[in-house]
C-alpha cells in the first residue's frame, strides 16, 4: 500500500536525493523511500539513551545567611557587585 502526500523538503535534501537518486539509477521516489526506511531502521538500532540524572550532594547550612532572600544568597555567592 502506498499514500500519496505531500511534503515540503529543504533545497538542500532535494538536492542531495537527486544526486544519490543520479548515481544509484533510480527514481527520486524510490531513492527517498529507501533513505527513509534506512534512517528509520538507522534510528530503531540506536542504543537507548541512559537518563540524565543529577545527584544531590548537601552543600552544608549556614546560618548567617537569609535563604528567603535571592538578593542576599547572590551577594553571598559572588559578591557585592554582583549585578
Given at each position: 500500500?502506498?499514500?500519496?502526500?505531500?511534503?515540503?523538503?529543504?533545497?538542500?535534501?532535494?538536492?542531495?536525493v537527486?544526486?544519490?537518486?543520479?548515481?544509484?539509477?533510480?527514481?527520486?521516489?524510490?531513492?527517498?523511500?529507501?533513505?527513509?526506511?534506512?534512517?528509520?531502521?538507522?534510528?530503531?538500532?540506536l542504543?537507548?539513551?541512559?537518563?540524565?540524572?543529577?545527584?544531590?550532594?548537601?552543600m552544608?547550612?549556614?546560618?548567617?545567611?537569609?535563604?528567603?532572600?535571592?538578593?542576599?544568597?547572590?551577594?553571598?555567592?559572588?559578591?557585592?557587585?554582583?549585578?
Amino acid at each position: 500500500m502506498s499514500i500519496r502526500t505531500t511534503v515540503t523538503l529543504d533545497d538542500d535534501v532535494v538536492e542531495r536525493v537527486k544526486a544519490e537518486s543520479k548515481s544509484r539509477g533510480t527514481s527520486f521516489r524510490e531513492t527517498l523511500n529507501e533513505l527513509i526506511r534506512v534512517g528509520l531502521v538507522t534510528r530503531a538500532s540506536l542504543p537507548a539513551r541512559a537518563k540524565f540524572r543529577i545527584k544531590p550532594v548537601h552543600m552544608g547550612y549556614y546560618p548567617e545567611l537569609n535563604y528567603d532572600s535571592t538578593e542576599a544568597l547572590l551577594e553571598y555567592g559572588e559578591g557585592i557587585d554582583h549585578r
